[in-house]
Structure formats: C-alpha cells, structure tokens
C-alpha cells in the first residue's frame, strides 16, 4: 500500500519565512493601534489650534467687531501722533473676548482657559508652522508643541523661524522632556540676548499662584529663580528620606483625619515638610533645622574666570546665566573636574 505525506512549503528554519513570535504578536497587535491612536490625537490637537486660529481670525474681522460692538470707523478714536482714524480697542477687544466666550461655552472651559488656547493657537499656527505640519502628521505630539510654545514665549522673530528647523528634527525623535533640554541650550546658542539679561528679567516676574483643585485640596506653586527651586526641592527630599520609616501624617489630628493612616510616599512627604516648613517653620520631630538642599552645576572654567559668558548647566534643569553659576561656585563645598 502506498503511502503520501504532504510536504509544507518551508520549515520553521526556513529563514525566508521566519517563525512568528507569539509574545511579540501579542504585544504588536495592541501596540501598532496605539501608534496610529496617538498619531490621530497628535493631529486632533492641530486641528483644534487650526480652529481656534480661525476663531481668532474672526475676532480681528471688521464684520464681526461692527456685529457685537458697533461700527470701528465710527466709533473709532484719531491717533494723537498721526491723526489716523482706526477702530477703537474697546470694540476690538470685545470681539476678542467674544471669541474666546464661544470657544468656552462649546469645549466647557472658562473664558480665561479658552482665551489662553486660542493664543497659543495662534502662536503655534503663525509662529511655529513646521511643528504645527509635524504635530498634524503624528510625527510629534501635543506635549512637544507645549514645550515648543513655551520656549519661544517671548523670542525675537529674526531667529525664530531658524530655531525651529534647527529643533524640529530633535523634537521628531526625542520625549519631550529631552527635547526641551536639547532646544533650551541651542535657543541659548542662537539668542541675540545675552542670558544674564533674560535671567534678570525673568526673575522681576517671580509669583506664587494659588490655584483651587477638588476634594478639599490646592495647587500653591511659586515661580522662582532655578537654583533655588532646585535647592528648596532638594531640601524637601531630604527631610522626606529622613521621614522615610514615619507613618503619621503631619497635621492630621488638628484636621480631624485619623492618624492611623498608611505609610506616606516619598511625595507625601515632601508634601508634609514643605506645609510645615512654611506653617510652623521646622519640620516634625525638629526636621529642617541644619539640613541644607544642594544642586550640581558644571561651570566651564573660562565662566568660571569671568572670560566667558558661556552659560553652567544646572543639573535637573538646563542652562543659567553666568553670573548665578559664580556665585553658586563661590560657595561649593565639594568640586569634581572634567575634561
């Protein structure tokens, strides 16, 4: 009697025709739909800031300003140096604010929040065309058109197209937490102003912003120069690890929260010191007395000298000005080179 087998076209060796993973099958099959997924968000976001741009647009109109504030040459004022007649702001900014109260009661945001979008919209739009392009294209996402937004607040426009060809490839293929490392120290590079004169006039704008959150809680965030952030966050940490073996929260008797309550995180902690740091000047069991917050830079020793205006890094944060990396280096306790 004979016999046939059927002979499969190739083997599992076949190097033609690979086996197929099934752990990696599994993981791809979740994976690629989240790829297209986040590059279908990516261009929803520059949809909406097309939109939004739109809606500005109309804000600026002499149709929709005559609609809801009346006639701008009519109601206009005559420029005291030129004597020309153009629309008056208050009609002009009614517009504005008109806009930004539609785009509010459609998206369920307030006036303030909407009108905050629709000029960042119109900065991304305007000012940013090649990452409005890639964030429509998925290539980068939202977060990378916020750091982008933000880095380029308030730079000057002769380099601000040349900047961002310079960084879009970066942006392309970096998280955007690196991404605004890498564009921070060449903006530094490619900026007209010097540093210590940006630095000067950042820190006129130092604030603390209170901002309500639910279930009983806030936000309190102080805007401050780098290096102290980076040392009251350093000193928070510090007196979190040495609270690292506490349980109880500080404060939650007097609030009438049970103090049986499970071991704080490392958060929760920093959290804990900082209220009592500022309520009751000392952290629990006498914490913060004697402990001091560092930071790391690395200084080019010609800044150093005073013969460059080279900028020091600051470690966990990115470029400063010259004359702050000085006085910091004035009082280091410890010093490592590199070459």
């Not at 016999?3 to 099934?22: E, K, N």
């Not at 960084?167 to 210590?196: C, D, W, Y």
């Not at 629990?284 to 830079?297: A, D, M, Q």
């Not at 013969?307 to 990115?318: H, N, Q, V």
């Amino acid at each position: 009697m004979a016999t046939s087998a059927a002979t499969p076209d190739h083997t599992p060796d076949d190097p033609a025709h690979p086996a197929v993973d099934p752990v990696a099958a599994a993981i791809s099959a979740v994976i690629d739909p989240l790829i297209v997924n986040e590059k279908v968000i990516a261009a929803g976001y520059a949809e909406r800031s097309r939109l939004l741009t739109e809606l500005d647009r109309l804000g600026h109109q002499r149709r929709i300003i005559k609609g809801l504030g009346g006639d701008p040459v009519e109601s206009g004022r005559n420029d005291p140096d030129t004597g020309a007649h153009g629309p008056a702001w208050d009609d002009e900014e009614l517009a504005r604010r008109s806009m930004a109260a539609e785009a509010a009661g459609a998206l369920r945001l307030t006036a303030t929040t909407a009108g905050m979008m629709i000029f960042d919209a119109a900065r991304l739009t305007g000012q940013l065309p090649g990452f409005h392009q890639a964030l429509s294209q998925g290539s980068i996402t939202w977060g990378h058109a916020v750091k982008m937004l933000t880095l380029t607040d308030g730079v000057p426009e002769e380099i601000l197209g040349a900047f961002e060809a310079k960084v879009l490839p970066a942006a392309e293929k970096l998280t955007s937490t690196q991404f605004v490392r890498v564009a921070g120290r060449i903006l530094n590079r490619m900026h007209p102003v010097p540093l210590q004169d940006r630095a000067d006039a950042g820190f006129v704008k130092r604030r603390v912003v209170l901002s309500p959150d639910a279930d009983g809680m806030a936000w309190l965030n102080a805007y401050l120069k780098a290096e102290d952030a980076q040392t009251i966050y350093d000193l928070l940490s510090h007196i979190a690890t040495d609270l690292d073996t506490d349980t109880a929260a500080p404060g939650a008797d007097a609030a009438g929260i049970d103090a049986a309550v499970p071991p704080r995180t490392k958060n929760q902690r920093r959290a804990d010191a900082y209220r009592d740091l500022l309520l009751d000047g000392v952290g629990p069991s006498g914490l913060g007395h004697g402990i001091r917050g560092t930071v790391s830079i690395t200084v080019p020793a010609l800044t150093l000298l005073g013969r460059s205006d080279e900028p020091a890094i600051l470690d966990g944060y990115g470029p400063i000005d010259p004359e702050t990396a000085r006085r910091i280096a004035g009082t280091a306790t410890s010093w490592s080179r590199i070459l």
